[in-house]
């Protein structure tokens, strides 16, 4: 079972919101504008949650409200913050 709150914007497949690809790319830095996001099974995404693009949540992780993800999750870990971080492995049931 996934569970997804409200509020809570998945950007994939985006345009290039102020030139911030543009500007990445000039420093020799890669921003993928137009990747996809990916939710694997049994993931918990809280209110707010944003997710940039070409991101990987695993399975069984947890994201903690409010977080912007800009790496991929591992599977089975609880993340939050801005940008999100490891908080802990979420135990098993």
Not at 18 to 32: K, V
């Amino acid at each position: 079972m996934d569970v997804v709150a409200q509020r809570m914007p998945c950007i994939g497949k985006c345009r290039d919101f102020d030139g911030i690809a543009s500007a990445c790319q000039s420093r020799g830095e890669s921003f993928p504008v137009h990747a996809d996001v990916v939710v694997e099974e049994d993931v918990f995404l809280r209110v707010r949650v944003t997710v940039l693009p070409g991101v990987t949540i695993g399975r069984g992780a947890a994201v903690g409200a409010g977080s912007v993800v800009t790496k991929d999750v591992s599977a089975e870990t609880v993340v939050a913050g801005n940008p999100a971080r490891v908080i802990r492995a979420r135990a098993q049931a």
